[in-house]
């Protein structure tokens, strides 16, 4: 088994400075252990790609167009991944090729008919939360036919409000939908843990245990991995309540 902690942005923007190669590794071995996997997710950008070409440990490269790289020295996979933002609300693929991305904007229906054309494992991130699909889930449950998995706990989810746009305990009925709905009707859809951070020190702030990942048959395997979930699966739920609100005061003033 493998700890992984899939939903990560390190920062508010996408910018990637000299060092930060080594510093994802480094933080990832000692929050994931040897074998862990950590994503960075790409928001219409190429933070993914930033971070993986430039200088520091040796690495190699597997999967769709080099979608996943692999840090010998430190034992630990570096996984690319991208939110996408549709009409109806945010998701989460992985597998799709490096230096590619698919263009947000567009109904949910459509994204997703895209992002199986990479082979790639699509996920739910934090249904409810501020710009969640949560919603229009609920009126089109049919969609996750086509759903590997749903983000059932956010670290930065955590933080919210009982009335306005950032709603408190999204990460509660995230769970409930998934065990009452979700499991029952749609077996076979995983259950993931992640961070949703926005800097290196939320890495493994929350992860899902995976059974092992193929490296020279990514694609195919992680989805496996990520199917092979539920809500037994080991997983640490942590809360970066901070982070959240930092991310969201550094929206609001555009910066880093």
Known sequence: MTLADIHNHLRVNGKSLEGDLNKVADFSRARLMKGGIVGIVNLNDFRYENLVNQPGYDR??????????????????????????????NILVFGVDSKKNIRSGKNIEETIKE??????TIILTNPFYAQGIGEYLIKKHEIL????????????????FPIGPIPEGTNEESREFYEHFVSRVFPGVG?????DGHSFNEIGSSYTSLYEVEKKNFNESFKKAIRQTDLSTFRK????????????????????
Do not use: R, V
């Open 145 to 160: 036919q086509d759903i590997d998995a749903i983000e059932i706990h956010n670290s930065e989810a955590e933080f919210g």
């Open 191 to 195: 259950a993931i843990s992640s961070s």
């Open 60 to 89: 190699t490269f597997f999967g769709n167009g080099n979608c996943l790289a692999y840090i010998p020295e430190k034992e630990i996979y570096i996984i690319k991944g991208q939110e996408i933002e549709t009409n109806q609300g």
């Open 237 to 256: 739920n942590g809360s970066s309540k901070k982070g959240a609100a930092k991310y969201f005061i550094k929206k609001i003033f555009s910066y880093n």
């Open 115 to 120: 992002a199986k054309d990479y082979n790639s």
